[in-house]
């Protein structure tokens, strides 16, 4: 695989805020339980952040950033100090390494339509309420 695939493994194309969040979370070599209790937040609402139903506020988003080591930008976005593309990523075997992509590509995708579905929404509700 070349090198210009992994370049952007946690970029905002390839990863989602929680995807940055718990490899960030592995890194450190903490469990979700260990983090929430630093944070002070319950399990579930970190939980809630790393599947991307819910984000952290300002403050907490700060101490996450400072337990993990990483920048907040990287957090929110994948650019900046933050991790670099898993090591082990170069020993997968390249059918299964491309079956990876596809599924980050479709990822992506996926997360684009429902962006576009959800402004596509907003629209029709406010083309009705504005027709009545």
């Known amino acids: 695989m070349e090198?210009?695939?992994?370049?952007?493994?946690?970029?905002?194309?390839?990863?989602?805020?929680?995807?940055?969040?718990?490899a960030a979370r592995d890194a450190a070599g903490m469990t979700q339980k260990q983090l929430s209790k630093r944070l002070?937040?319950?399990?579930?609402?970190?939980?809630?952040?790393?599947?991307?139903?819910s984000e952290p506020r300002a403050n907490r988003l700060s101490m996450l950033a400072g337990i993990l080591n990483v920048s907040i930008v990287w957090l929110l976005t994948g650019e900046g100090d933050g991790l670099t593309a898993p090591e082990d990523e170069s020993t997968i075997p390249p059918e299964i390494n491309d079956l990876l992509i596809e599924i980050r590509d479709l990822k992506t995708q996926i997360t684009a339509s429902a962006d576009r579905l959800g402004r596509l929404e907003k629209k029709l509700r406010l083309t009705l309420k504005s027709g009545t």
């Open 3 to 22: 090198q210009t695939d992994t370049t952007d493994w946690y970029g905002p194309d390839a990863a989602t805020f929680g995807d940055r969040l718990a």
């Open 40 to 53: 002070g937040v319950k399990h579930s609402t970190l939980d809630a952040w790393e599947n991307d139903l």
